[in-house]
Every structure is written in structure tokens, then in C-alpha cells.
């Protein structure tokens, strides 16, 4: 109530500071640096594995079970895993904590996990950064 009584006994100050707020508003709007699509970098690494003619629930008891219990033991520094089992296809997405570089971890997931599966063979791997080759210099091959 006394802003009420403040703001009829002086109303040009109220005016005043209005005025300055859109003014100083505006000022911010513009030189607000704006992008549409901002770089964000989120340390992920997708594993797809592929087996025709399994069943989703084959897929996640078999497979994806056991590779997200895998990974999570010879992997460091995971935030979270997310799976996904459809026919015939699992696809697996690990989450790293935010300052991780992934081609190590990369290396880490295709050498330890991968390569001593039964099912070897059958997982893919990709990354907008590293080539084949710089990814079989982390591998040690």
C-alpha cells in the first residue's frame, strides 16, 4: 500500500524509472548475443548392436543387459546409460560426465567390451572427431 502512495505523490519518478527499465531493456535485448543453435558439447558414445530375427525381449536380457553391466565396470566416468531394444536391434547410449574426452572412453567401450564378447564382431562404432585410424591409435593396434 505505501508504494501506492508513493507513486501518487510523485509520479514523474515512477515515470522516470519506467521509462529508464525499457530503455535499459531494449539496450539489453539488442546486445544480446543471440544463436539459434548453440554448440553444446554432451560426451556420448552410441553402441548398436544388430541381430536379425530377436526379439525385443531377447535383445535386452541377452545383449543389453549384459553390455550396460560391462560397460559400467570397465568404463570410468559414466553419468548414466540409456537403452533401447527393437527388433533384431539394440541400441545403447552411454552418457560420460561433462569434461570427459570420449575418444579415450571410445577406446575403452571397443576394446574391453566389444572385442571379448561371444558375439564379437557385431558392434559399430562412430565419431564426428576422430578417423578410423586415430581410433585404432587409442586401441593400441
Not at 16 to 43: C, K, N, Q, R, W
Not at 82 to 104: I, L, M, W
Amino acid at each position: 500500500m505505501w508504494i501506492v502512495r508513493l507513486a501518487l505523490r510523485r509520479p514523474f519518478t515512477f515515470v522516470v524509472m519506467a521509462i529508464l527499465i525499457a530503455l535499459l531493456g531494449g539496450a539489453a535485448i539488442l546486445t544480446t548475443p543471440t544463436d539459434i543453435f548453440p554448440y553444446i558439447d554432451i560426451p556420448v558414445v552410441s553402441v548398436v548392436w544388430s541381430f536379425t530375427g530377436v526379439t525385443p525381449d531377447e535383445m535386452e536380457n541377452r545383449i543389453v543387459t549384459v553390455s550396460e553391466r560391462a560397460m559400467t565396470t570397465m568404463v570410468n566416468d559414466i553419468e548414466h546409460i540409456a537403452s533401447q531394444a527393437y527388433s533384431g536391434v539394440s541400441v545403447t547410449k552411454v552418457f560420460f560426465q561433462p569434461n570427459v574426452k570420449v575418444e579415450p572412453a571410445l577406446s575403452l567401450i571397443d576394446r574391453d567390451h566389444c572385442e571379448r564378447q561371444p558375439f564379437q564382431g557385431r558392434c559399430r562404432f562412430g565419431s564426428d572427431s576422430l578417423q578410423e585410424s586415430g581410433r585404432q591409435s587409442y586401441l593400441g593396434r
